[in-house]
T-cell receptor, first 115, second 114 residues
Framework: NAGVTQTPKFQVLKTGQSMTLQCAQD?????MYWYRQDPGMGLRLIYY???????DKGEVPNGYNVSRLNKREFSLRLESAAPSQTSVYFC??????????????FGDGTRLSIL | AQSVTQLDSHVSVSEGTPVLLRCNYS??????LFWYVQHPNKGLQLLLK??????LVKGINGFEAEFKKSETSFHLTKPSAHMSDAAEYFC????????????FGTGTRLTIIP
């Protein structure tokens, strides 16, 4: 069972470069999420998509864009990377927006360093 | 508004002794509460969830948590620690009225002493 798959697992960028983090889920989930994890701060929501075709800002959206390509895929783009975006990025998915008891399922993360 | 406070950033226990990881929450509505575990270089895995059905919730790997509304607490316990329990644990809250946004605690790192 693949669950939530993130690519790449590791990436090093130079300041100003752009890149896209990919996420795909095979559980037929409606909702998908992008988080960043920084030491001592838990996870913070960047963007989420409650269903195919919709996206909404989370707690820390500045410097990021997202695309819900289809029901399976939700990508996160850094247009001009900054050192402050060095972090571990997690994608998650959840079954249906109508059942709020359902937990989120997480990928293994993308470790991104901006030099 | 909602918030989560994990009272200990680091807990160390000896193998075979009880584990207690503390979590207090605040929420304007009757919340759903979760505990997740994160092993090194891995994503978060659900341990257990509280959704108002029962105040004592049993999860995977022998963990359980008790929801205490009067104390606004949701502490995680395990009777006997194993070496494999060494990981970071996150307490998470979500309002039941439909907000997609979870609020995560800052995490508690559990170390098991052989």
């Amino acid at each position: 069972n693949a669950g939530v798959t993130q690519t790449p697992k590791f990436q090093v960028l130079k300041t100003g470069q752009s890149m896209t983090l990919q996420c795909a889920q095979d559980m037929n989930h409606n909702s998908m999420y992008w988080y960043r994890q920084d030491p001592g701060m838990g996870l913070r929501l960047i963007y989420y998509s409650a269903s195919e075709g919709t996206t909404d800002k989370g707690e820390v959206p500045n410097g990021y864009n997202v695309s819900r390509l289809n029901k399976r895929e939700f990508s996160l783009r850094l247009e001009s990377a900054a050192p402050s975006q060095t972090s571990v990025y997690f994608c998650a998915s959840r079954g249906t927006r109508l059942n709020f008891n359902q937990p989120q399922h997480f990928g293994d993360g993308t470790r991104l360093s901006i030099l | 508004a909602q918030s989560v406070t994990q009272l200990d950033s680091h807990v160390s226990v000896s193998e075979g002794t009880p584990v207690l990881l503390r979590c207090n929450y605040s929420s304007s509505y009757s919340p759903s509460l979760f505990w997740y575990v994160q092993h090194p270089n891995k994503g978060l895995q659900l341990l257990l969830k509280y959704t108002s059905a029962a105040t004592l919730v049993k999860g995977i790997n022998g963990f359980e948590a008790e929801f205490k509304k009067s104390e606004t607490s949701f502490h995680l316990t395990k009777p006997s620690a194993h070496m494999s329990d060494a990981a970071e644990y996150f307490c998470v809250v979500r309002p039941n009225f439909g907000n997609e946004k979870l609020t995560f605690g800052t995490g508690t790192r559990l170390t098991i002493i052989p």
